[in-house]
């Protein structure tokens, strides 16, 4: 059984009026008026005059025009927001290009959508078809009718959706879920909105997976976990929510046999570092200032990947973990791959390795591909290949 509901392309007008105003409008504005203060202020200092007629116009002008467009986007806003609430419009659900669309924007701002607009914040679900499964006996009975006692679990990363594991499969012929189907195992396809912080995500997963066990059509023998980017730190994150100080847990928690992890930033994401740096290098000035806060909207889940899970997560108890990392230099230790890694994460983040020799997972399994950037390891010809030989 999959429910079909959710935000409509109204709600998401509605909200692109919004940030318009809130980023676009006001951002013009201070920048204008920050560039105004810096010519106007020099001449003042040169001639020693005080505004001239110019300036108060030129000023005056510009406040009309920008008040003139925030007002007009607000009422837009507001206009948009009433008819979606009478249910007028098409589901965003009810597309491909609507489910990206959603995805991509609840990896941006998905904390603030909870807290504003919670009709279009997702929630982490097993999913089908473009559907939300409900975790029940006969949703979950009617969804996998033909359900194994393994199941394998894979969660996309930052701004993605179920759907991104299908991509490249004209370079395999396959998917990992469906060569794992084949293969004996039950694949679950994960939904989240990663612009969570990772422990709300981790807290949601375990509850998710716990309801997932006891409900499931037949005993449920083994659980694989795999997560791509993000969706591995989410895993992490559900492991340490589950399991207590003295090792006991959540029942999923101790049918867990293996966890993989692509290009997870285990470490943090040095991509993501630098927009940081960024916003607060842009800050500095008034005339870019609003150009700081666009980048600085950006959500506690793109916070969180920044940072990284550190050791004080600990690691599930009897899992076997196997950590996949991607350069675009052929060779791991070229330069070129130690410095950029697969555009997001580099191999010592991947694998869990600090400058002081530190490891997150020792013993774990590494693999390293070559010539591939970040989102190559949703679906590649060597990672399935390492996936058959690990979960045979």
């Not at 001449?43 to 005059?49: A, I, Q, S, V």
């Not at 078809?129 to 006692?149: E, I, K, N, S």
């Not at 299908?166 to 990992?176: K, L």
């Not at 793109?302 to 973990?321: F, M």
């Amino acid at each position: 059984m999959t429910t079909a509901s959710g935000p409509s392309v109204l709600d998401l007008a509605s909200l692109a009026c919004e940030v318009a105003d809130a980023l676009v409008v006001r951002s013009a504005r201070d920048t204008h008026t920050a560039w105004l203060d810096r010519v106007h202020g020099l001449g003042r200092r040169l001639g020693g005059t005080g505004p001239g007629v110019v300036e108060t116009a030129h000023r005056g002008i510009a406040g009309a025009v920008y008040g003139g467009l925030g007002l007009g986007l607000r009422t837009a806003s507001r206009g948009l927001d009433r008819a979606a609430a009478t249910g007028a419009g098409p589901r965003l659900e009810d597309s491909t290009r609507g489910r990206f669309v959603s995805a991509a924007v609840n990896g941006l701002i998905g904390d603030r959508l909870l807290r504003e607009r919670p009709q279009m914040a997702i929630s982490t679900a097993v999913r089908l078809g473009g559907r939300d499964v409900v975790p029940d006996g006969p949703g979950l009975a009617q969804a996998f009718p033909d359900a194994t006692g393994r199941v394998v679990v894979l969660l996309h990363g930052l701004c993605e959706d179920e759907s991104y594991w299908g991509r490249h499969r004209e370079r395999t012929g396959t998917t990992y879920a469906d060569d794992l189907a084949a293969r004996g195992w039950t694949p679950l396809l994960l939904r989240a909105n990663t612009g969570l912080s990772l422990r709300e995500n981790g807290a949601a997963l375990t509850a998710l997976l716990q309801q997932v066990v006891e409900h499931w059509p037949v005993e449920v023998t083994r659980i694989a976990l795999v997560g791509h980017s993000m969706g591995g730190l989410v895993m992490r994150a559900a492991g340490a929510v589950a399991v207590q100080p003295d090792g006991t847990g959540a029942g999923w928690t101790r049918l867990v046999s293996d966890v993989v992890t692509l290009g997870t930033p285990h470490l943090g994401a040095p991509v993501a570092q630098g927009i940081g740096h960024g916003s607060r290098g842009l800050s500095l000035l008034p005339e870019t200032a609003a150009f700081g806060r666009l980048l600085d909207w950006r959500s506690v889940g793109v916070h969180d990947l920044v940072a990284g899970l550190a050791e004080d997560v600990p690691a599930l108890p009897h899992a076997r973990y196997r950590l996949v990392a991607a350069t675009l230099s052929a060779a791991e230790r070229h330069p070129v791959g130690q410095v950029v890694g697969d555009l997001l994460v580099r191999p010592p983040s991947a694998y869990g390795r600090d400058r002081r020799g530190g490891e997150l997972f020792p013993g774990a399994t590494v693999l390293h591909v070559g010539r591939s950037g970040h989102f190559d390891l949703l679906n590649h010809p060597e990672v399935l290949t390492a996936l058959r030989r690990w979960l045979d």
